[in-house]
């Protein structure tokens, strides 16, 4: 259609809204990425770190706007476990120190591991980085930690079983709606 009236646009606007999908939009770096899929992860000749790397905006978005609206709440990307030990004074475990961590947020001295992945297709990475995930929220449990992992994509659809076993095993396992939908706020914030 070349010509919208002003309630077709009215409609427009509040169906994407209310999808999210405007939210979204207005977070991406280029509409043009998305729509092929390097930033979610479906463009297959991409570099390592960089699918997924909406998600991990959304994150980051979702992580400032909790920082700003709580005083004593600090999120740290991309460091490793000594780093928020030094600085945070918050006991990590030795086999942890010195790993990196996508997120990891500091909340009134409770601390939060949070990590990202986005699944386009299967294979025996996902199958391997559950196994590596749940040996992690069981460690940083008995620390103290809670952890989070933010997964999603259509590869999980293929891999169901995997899923199933880490879904069993680990506390919090969200997605991108769960995620828009305040769920990781909800998890940081509770005792």
């Known amino acids: 259609k070349k010509k919208y009236d002003v309630e077709e646009i009215d409609d ?5 809204k209310n999808s999210g999908l405007l939210d979204m939009l ?4 280029s509409a043009t990425d998305y729509l092929l899929g390097v930033e979610v992860g479906l463009d297959t000749n991409a570099r390592k ?9 959304m994150v980051t978005e979702t992580l400032n706007g909790l920082s700003a609206r709580n005083s004593g709440l600090d ?3 991309q460091k490793t476990f000594r780093y928020v030990e030094d600085k945070y004074h918050v006991k990590i475990p030795p086999t942890l120190r010195d790993r990196k961590f996508d997120y990891s947020v500091i909340n009134k001295g409770k601390a939060t591991n949070i990590e990202v992945n986005f699944y386009s297709g299967s294979g025996s990475k996902p199958s391997e980085i559950i196994s590596s ?3 992690r929220g069981e460690v940083l449990t008995s620390a103290g ?4 992992w933010l997964t999603d994509g259509m590869g999980w659809k293929k891999m ?3 899923f199933h076993i880490g879904v069993q095993n680990m506390d919090y396992v969200i997605n991108a709606n769960l995620l828009r939908n305040g769920v990781l706020e909800k998890i940081i914030l509770s005792s």
């Open 12 to 16: 427009i606007v509040k169906f994407t």
């Open 26 to 29: 207005c977070q991406m770096d």
């Open 49 to 57: 770190n960089r699918s997924g790397l909406f998600l991990e905006k």
């Open 75 to 77: 999120f740290i990307e």
């Open 133 to 135: 995930y749940i040996n």
């Open 145 to 148: 930690w809670k952890f989070v």
């Open 160 to 162: 169901q079983r995997p």
